[in-house]
């Protein structure tokens, strides 16, 4: 574990807790003090670097949870090592870092990079991919979205509404609908009075594949109520939605109603256990599983277009090189 701090932390959780065929063995931080305590904590070793954690013997693969703009000598040591790899989102902050790590893997021959996008995972996206798939409501034709989080921290940047939040529905619209993106563009409704004026929050990240099909994605970063995740398709016989995902309903004297969770780790964990217990169990195989490195980039080539709507009026052409056969 490479940056074992909040969400690398909850992956050990999981992986000591309800995941089978794996163990955190070796820990690395940029801050030595926290990969000593996790390692203390958990009876692991902490080495003072991560390319010495992942030449250490004792580790058959490794994930990285460090922030993204680290990922990239980390990812490219791993694909060097022969090592499996699971990178937490994004792979790279930048397209031309992702296409660096796909020329190393490809040149290396193996498939050894796994990108962490934990919605592919998730139960109820994968009841709309299959409905979709069936062929049973036709094709697709409109996909609508929302992201909402009850707040951000201070250093949540203004093009992180993109790159950081939005990238979650670019990876799942990608898989969902099994097509690129070709254009993207940003609606800018009024600003939230309750946090952060340097970000436009919310915003309306508006996608069109190579089809046709429109993606309109709500970004609502300082919603305040919780962290409410929308989802509905709709296609030429009729329309999917994700469901509200409570487990409890209660009735009492002020009506019927259920809790909304607060957290991506709430919402998603089910999903987070299926992703990394595939990676695990694929990894131990000597097997590929879950997103690719061309997902990381091609995810990355979206979120430039998109960063670059937010500045730039009207559409923003997605750029990005034809799909190599490697990862076909």
Not at 163 to 190: Q, Y
Not at 276 to 286: C, D, F, L, S, Y
Request: net charge negative.
């Amino acid at each position: 574990m490479i940056g074992p701090g909040g969400m690398g932390q909850a992956h050990i959780e999981r992986i000591h807790s309800v995941i089978a065929g794996g163990r955190v063995v070796a820990v690395s931080d940029v801050n030595a003090a926290t990969a000593q305590a996790v390692a203390d904590r958990i009876g692991a070793t902490a080495y003072a670097t991560s390319a010495e954690l992942i030449a250490s013997p004792d580790v058959d693969a490794v994930m990285i949870c460090s922030h993204g703009p680290a990922h990239e000598p980390d990812v490219l040591a791993c694909i060097a090592a022969g090592k499996p790899v699971f990178c937490e989102k994004p792979l790279t902050p930048t397209a031309d870092a992702a296409l660096r790590i796909m020329q190393a893997e490809q040149a290396g021959g193996r498939k050894l990079v796994t990108v962490g996008f934990m919605r592919r995972f998730d139960a109820s996206y994968r009841e709309m991919k299959a409905i979709l798939d069936s062929g049973e409501l036709g094709e697709a034709l409109m996909v609508h979205c929302a992201h909402r989080n009850p707040t951000v921290p201070d250093f949540y940047t203004w093009d992180m509404a993109i790159n950081d939040t939005a990238i979650h529905e670019i990876d799942t619209m990608r898989w969902l609908l099994g097509e690129e993106f070709v254009s993207a563009r940003v609606d800018k409704p009024k600003k939230t009075s309750l946090r952060f004026e340097h970000l436009q929050d919310p915003l309306v990240l508006v996608l069109e594949t190579a089809s046709g099909v429109r993606v309109d994605d709500e970004v609502f970063v300082n919603c305040q109520y919780g962290y409410d995740i929308r989802c509905e398709l709709v296609a030429e016989k009729g329309a999917v939605s994700l469901a509200d995902q409570n487990v409890v309903t209660r009735r009492d004297a002020v009506g019927r109603n259920n809790r909304i969770a607060m957290n991506h780790n709430e919402r998603f964990w089910g999903a987070f256990v299926t992703e990394v217990q595939e990676w695990i169990t694929a990894a131990a195989k000597g097997e590929h599983s879950g997103s690719s490195s061309w997902d990381g980039y091609a995810a990355a080539c979206v979120c430039d277009a998109g960063v670059k709507a937010l500045t730039d009026d009207g559409v923003v052409p997605v750029q990005m090189i034809a799909k190599p056969e490697f990862y076909v």
